[in-house]
């Protein structure tokens, strides 16, 4: 893969990171690698930037400078550039970003080289019968009530058949990406990250026979309400309302998304780590 240009977002409120930005934009000037920088991320730490949507189309790939948050915000916003993302690991958890500030004079050498692994991951595909605009979700789609005093109920069909009505405070609907995100925390499954598949995990479910459900990627699944308006939160940082005569439609978005890892990088052993497994 060649790559002359590379597009950098940083993780936002964040000025402290400007220090490190040079660091990493050095080490891709000294492969003769230009780095842009979107225009919000620049604004923060007094430096000239490129609108995103610019930015996107002119780099090669896309580096993601903050924790696991500030690259699925731009593995979504960027989806529709279909650029490899890599993540510079500035987080608490890292589930997705696995290069350091202090490897990144090595990585870059051996991404020249093609000597890193680019995964394909799957991506959801969501839709409002009310709306034109489709959504997409890298993480989770989670649909809940808006107040928090009242549970919701919610219709869920399979292929355009009726099969559940789960009662309680909402309905978690996961990529394997985000197994390890709020399905893990509501009691779902862990799920190889490069799965083709849905986890339907209730949250907080009135009836005890509720439980998580992992259907293959080729169904469609559609969601409606039957009371009153509800939110549909994408990736946990896109906010959807929706009445009871909208219909939600949700399936997988024809391309994944491509997020660039070391070639050692073992996601069991990070699965391990993360979850303090055998501790």
Known sequence: MEIKRVGIVLRPSAPDLKEIFFKVKQAFEKENIEVLIDSIS??????????????????????????????????RRSYRYHKPVLGIYLGKLGF???????????????????????????????SISNKKEKMYSFNDIVITRQAISKMIHIDAFIDKK???????????????????????????PVVYPLTNAYILTPIC???????????????????????????????GQEIYEFSPKDTITIKRAQIGAKLVHRKERNYFEVLRKKLHWGM
């Open 42 to 75: 620049a604004s923060m730490i007094g430096v000239l930037g490129q609108e995103f949507d610019v930015m996107c189309k002119e780099s090669d790939i896309l580096v993601s400078l903050g924790g696991d948050g500030t690259l699925i915000s731009l593995v």
């Open 96 to 126: 997705l970003t696995d290069v350091l500030p202090d490897n990144i004079e090595e990585f870059i050498k051996k991404l020249k080289k093609g000597e890193v692994r680019i995964d394909n991951r799957m991506m959801m595909e969501a």
């Open 162 to 188: 009726w099969f559940n009505t789960y009662y309680g405070d909402g309905l978690i609907i996961s990529t394997p990406t985000g197994s390890t995100a709020y399905n893990l925390a509501s009691g779902g």
């Open 205 to 235: 479910p009135h009836s005890l026979t509720q439980r998580p459900l992992v259907l293959p990627a080729d169904f469609e699944i559609e969601i409606r309400t039957k009371t009153e308006n509800a939110l549909m939160v994408v990736d």
